[in-house]
């Protein structure tokens, strides 16, 4: 029994990360070879593809453009959503539960019903077509990390917060120097969580710039692989390599704190 | 000062989200469904135009567009396979996960990587391995389908089902690996007791264990399938072909951005929306049943 768990688990596990190898490979192969061998090449490796994508999209204008989008969200939500959170789960206030029922009701609407109204609203009313703000704007506090911070606060003992206000620390005081430091864990979740949704959204970037120079990495990759790719010389090698560079941040930053991507931490997060 | 509750302070700090709130979500959210009420257009900037009342019409546009019941149909299959797939997977592997001692690390990162990963960059790999002449066809030789996997108008949704499945397993074996933790381990005693097989306790404890987080997989699976856009849009080259794999958020962006019907397309927004809390509400009675 032990042994079928452990074939059945290390056979998935190879499985799903075939395509990432593969992804590698065909990156840096100079002609496609889609034979059964041709996954394993032994020699013949090069880098010219990621020089062929690079000529055709501005990687690091795209990167760099990819990075203002994520540091937006993840500064917006790094700070709105530590006050809201610590609001939320630390003090008594009018509006306290109308605010906690619709942090829980934005978590169940979904983004498609809100994606024309935004559309009409942001790029046609407020001009902000081809502009990070317009980018930022529908992501900038992330509402699940708003939750988790919220969850993470709540568990902190009372007695701590009471003995800092008796001493007179103001709110502020008391979330930055007895709250913050003993949910670093939490926030480093909740930052990790918050970076991937900006990094790889597709959809919205895509509606909001038409200029190529504005572009994050995904948007731009996209219109490669759905315009120009048909004519390039070896379409798929540039595509694996674009791939690549867009994959390796997140799958980078992923595998470096994979501890904190644990089920206890979202656990606590999603049960509510 | 007891009117504003015994913190004041709180609504200063919860502030800056009550207004992200009300401006990204509560204003939209009212103003989506006053678009499918009325006649809406893109004017040029600075034009004052009409938007008059119409009723129900496009509601009755949308419910009889070919193109959108091609598209419902479309996630249905995507559904049909997408759902079970995920439930069923994502629990056997969290329970093994679950028990695994050695090797944790890496089996993580190989099951969450995809969930982490963009899908335009994970969308590149797949149409290398799944276009005519792709690994996938080579592996299969002669049983490899013609026309290929994703022009082929019978196999082009299945794949984008699958491919969906692998790309969000790990998160909900994530979800299905918390909820493990809260099944108390006496259950397992007891069963273990009585001589029950473990394919036994897997359906007598676990699966019971563990139904409301079958209720959330389900519900999230069935948004993350109406929200469908990226696959659809890069996979098959725009819900091809012949729209066999078109979803309705494509169908949405096609006809209120590309075509200029933003009314038709708050309206199918609406339909697609009531249509998810439906099923969610039927799925939750139906498993939260005893």
Known sequence: MKAVRYVVLFAGALIFLFP????????????????????????????????DINSRVDLVGSLINSGIFTGGVLLGTVVFGVLAGYALARLRFRGRGTLFVLVLLVQVIPFQLLLIPLYVLIVRGYGLADSYLGMILPFAINTTAVFIFRQFFLQLPDDLFAAARLDGAGELRVLWSVA????????????????IGPWNEFLWPFLVTKQADMQPLAVSLANYISNVSARAANPFGAILAGACVLAAPAVGLFIAFQRHFVSSDLGSGVKG | MRVLGRHPVGMILSAPYAVYLAVIFAYPLGFAVWMSFHDYFFAAP?????????????????????GVHQAFQNILIFLVINVPLTTGLALVLAV?????????????????VPYVTASVAVVGVWLFLFNSGGLVNSVLGPLAPDPSWLINEHLA?????????????????????????????????????DGASAWHRFWSVTVPAVRPATALVVILALITGANLFTEPYLLTGGG????ASASPVLVMYQRGLQQGEPDFAAALGVLLVLGVLIVAYINRRLIERD
Do not use: C
């Open chain 1, 180 to 195: 913050l430091p003993l949910v670093r864990p939490a926030l480093l979740t909740a930052v990790l969580l918050t970076f």
């Open chain 2, 157 to 193: 949704m299945p794949t984008i089902a699958v491919f969906v499945t692998w790309k969000q397993l790990g998160f909900f074996i994530l979800l299905y690996l918390a909820a493990l933790q809260n099944v108390p381990k006496e259950l397992y005693e007891s069963a273990a007791v």
């Open chain 2, 96 to 112: 093994a996960l679950n028990r695994a001692v050695h090797g944790r690390a890496f089996l993580r990162v190989a099951f969450y």
């Open chain 2, 46 to 66: 600075g034009a004052i135009v009409d938007h008059p009342f119409v009723g129900l019409d496009n509601y009755r546009a949308v419910l009889t567009d070919p």
């Open chain 1, 20 to 51: 990432f190898y593969y992804m590698l490979i065909g990156s840096l192969q100079s002609a496609p070879d889609t034979s059964i061998t041709g996954a394993f090449p032994t020699s013949g490796l090069t880098l010219d593809n990621y020089a």
């Open chain 2, 240 to 243: 091809g072909p012949n729209g």
